[in-house]
């Protein structure tokens, strides 16, 4: 079975500073993986994935991940943070093509940026 | 394109009452899935829909949880009766299906508060 594990619940950065968020996952087969943000009070939302093609993935609001298969990681990062980044963040994993987009997801970390 | 659009937001009721959630996904999607998410955590599945086929329901509480897809396009989500360990977000998703290049599209969720 797949899991995710997401370093640190919560990181504070300075407005402008790089935002880099950690994820590792467990599996046996090539994984999809996918970053979600999260709003106060709202559901999650697409922030990009890797699907096997490129394995530096772009996504919006200037995100941005990299797939390593040595490390088993797929960090986010954001070069320049900005006040509207603060939300919580899901990494997560799909990898069984019978189950679907079945996702597992990880237990999230809270970024909260300084002015 | 209209999101997947859940109702009520929020739901306060005593432990042993039942409760019911409600989900209209985005038009097309044959995928519908519920996720329960804690306070702090990720969302972890409960069951996912194909059309109106529920093909993973292994981690539903079939004790006390119910759900129903209609017609494959809306879906209603019941506990019945509610524990004080129910007390989390529901949230309703909605993709295309398939596996990894369709990805989950999230409502804002249900806030469950049981007393």
């Known amino acids: 079975a797949q899991s995710v594990t997401q370093l640190g619940s919560h990181v504070s950065v300075s407005e402008g500073a790089l935002v880099l968020l950690r994820c590792n996952y467990s599996?046996?087969?090539?994984?999809?993986l996918f970053w979600y943000v999260q709003y106060p009070n709202q559901g999650l939302q697409l922030l990009l994935k890797?699907?096997?093609?490129?394995?530096l993935v772009k996504g919006i609001n200037g995100f941005e991940a990299e797939f390593k298969k040595s490390e088993t990681s797929f960090h986010l990062t954001k070069p320049s943070a900005h006040m509207s980044d603060a939300a919580e963040y899901f990494c997560?994993?799909?990898?069984?093509?019978?189950?679907?987009?079945?996702?597992?997801f990880g237990g999230g970390t809270r970024v909260l940026v300084k002015p | 394109e209209a999101g997947v659009v859940q109702s009520p937001r929020y739901k306060i009721i005593e432990k042993k009452q039942p409760v019911a959630f409600w989900c209209n996904p985005i038009?097309?999607?044959?995928?519908l899935y519920w996720y329960r998410q804690n306070l702090g955590q990720g969302p972890e599945l409960l069951i996912r829909?194909?059309?109106?086929?529920?093909?993973?329901d292994s981690q539903l509480p079939k004790d006390r949880f119910s759900a129903e897809r209609l017609k494959g396009v809306d879906s209603t989500l019941k506990i019945q009766p509610a524990e004080l360990g129910d007390s989390a977000v529901y949230l309703c998703?909605?993709?295309?299906?398939?596996?990894?290049?369709?990805?989950?599209?999230f409502g804002n969720g249900t806030r469950l508060t049981v007393t």
């Open positions: 599996s046996s087969v090539p994984p999809y």
């Open positions: 890797y699907t096997s093609a490129a394995t």
């Open positions: 997560a994993v799909s990898v069984d093509k019978a189950a679907g987009n079945k996702l597992t």
């Open positions: 998703a909605s993709s295309l299906g398939g596996f990894g290049n369709s990805p989950l599209h």
């Open positions: 038009s097309g999607h044959n995928t």
């Open positions: 829909y194909e059309n109106e086929e529920a093909v993973d």
